[in-house]
């Protein structure tokens, strides 16, 4: 679920494994599918790369280290032909690359518009990512679709402030000691890092060197205080996924994109996690107003219709029913 080193970090944090999301199939591209409707559905060529990733130092000399021969080829091409993008602290996007993701978020064209291409994509197989095993946080954590729904989305997003502030704070901390500590005679950052001219790939794999060789308690250690919020988050997200139904619920804020005799598409807490589910059922969804669960279910069971505690925990997870004030 995350490249091998967040990996490990964040297992020793949740004290366990990862919550899996087995709906999003990176391999085969669900939102390419014929069955997505026109609108959701992203382009074969682009699937959900349509952004450009920036990459702390020790990620791109991870990348550089131990990724594939077409990643490490692509991660040199880059550092090559946008010298201004390679800093200390890694290989960032460019102010036009920024300008244009932005445009393609407002156009709502998001996996659909090729003018910005993640230059880690490779056009084989189906798309694959130059970068996967050294993949920065937000791309590590987003997804089109959650097992869990908006209870699955929460969770991610969390962990993706998290890596994101461990990646800024991890990146500075291999930048000082690589330019000061293990680089003598410097006076300053510029002086320091002009050094390293032509051996940036070589500052980046020592970066990686460093943090690998990290526990997430050591982290914690160096980091300190910077992420304890984003910590406490991701903790009581992941602790949501196993807590209890609210004990009254309510309809919540959808949208039926497709309504049917017999099935109905709804849209509810993300524009690509559409839910379908018999037309039926949805009609009755409105019965849910705030009374205690357990009135409302004796009286569905009443009108022959029987609500399993498994489908209750999906019409919540995706916010169809949402706790009552």
Same mark, same amino acid.
């Not at 999003?24 to 990733?53: I, L, M, N, W």
């Not at 880690?120 to 050294?134: D, K, M, P, S, T």
């Not at 709804?266 to 996690?273: A, E, F, P």
């Not at 379908?276 to 009374?291: C, I, K, Q, V, Y």
């Given at each position: *679920?995350?490249?091998?080193? #967040?990996?490990?970090?964040? +297992? ?27 609108? #959701? ?9 349509? #952004? ?26 880059? *550092? ?40 880690? #994509? ?71 890092? +002009? ?36 910590? +406490? ?93």
């Amino acid at each position: *679920m995350l490249p091998s080193l #967040y990996g490990r970090w964040i +297992s020793d944090l949740l004290g366990g494994p990862l919550p899996e999301e087995q709906a999003a199939t990176c391999g085969d591209c669900v939102q390419c599918q014929s069955h997505v409707p026109e609108g #959701y559905r992203f382009a074969d060529a682009t699937k959900c790369c349509t #952004y450009v990733p920036a990459l702390a130092n020790f990620l791109v000399g991870g990348g550089l280290k131990a990724g594939s021969l077409v990643g490490r080829e692509r991660l040199l091409r880059r *550092m090559t032909a946008l010298p201004a993008s390679v800093t200390p602290h890694g290989l960032d996007a460019t102010e036009d690359e920024r300008e244009r993701y932005r445009e393609i978020l407002a156009a709502e064209q998001f996996g659909r518009d090729p003018s910005l291409f993640c230059p880690y #994509y490779i056009g084989e197989a189906g798309g694959l990512c130059g970068v996967w095993r050294h993949r920065n946080g937000i791309c590590a954590t987003w997804y089109c679709k959650h097992d869990r729904g908006a209870r699955g989305q929460r969770f991610w997003q969390a962990l993706e402030i998290l890596l994101t502030a461990v990646e800024r704070e991890l990146s500075h901390w291999c930048a000082c000691t690589i330019l000061f500590d293990e680089t003598p005679h410097t006076e300053d950052g510029v002086a320091a890092w +002009s050094r390293w001219s032509g051996r940036e790939a070589d500052f980046f794999r020592r970066a990686a060197e460093l943090v690998e060789a990290l526990t997430w308690s050591e982290v914690q250690a160096l980091v300190g205080p910077a992420i304890e919020a984003q910590v +406490s988050d991701v903790l009581a997200a992941h602790a949501a996924l196993a807590g209890p139904l609210p004990d009254a619920l309510r309809l919540g804020t959808i949208r039926v994109s497709h309504r049917g005799d017999d099935r109905s598409r709804v849209v509810t807490y993300l524009d690509t996690d559409a839910l379908e589910l018999p037309t039926a059922l949805l009609d009755l969804l409105p019965r849910f107003d705030g009374r205690p669960t357990g009135e409302v279910l004796t009286e569905l069971r009443g009108l022959g219709v029987e609500v399993s505690p498994d489908l209750l925990r999906l019409l919540v997870d995706f916010e169809l029913l949402t706790a009552a004030a």
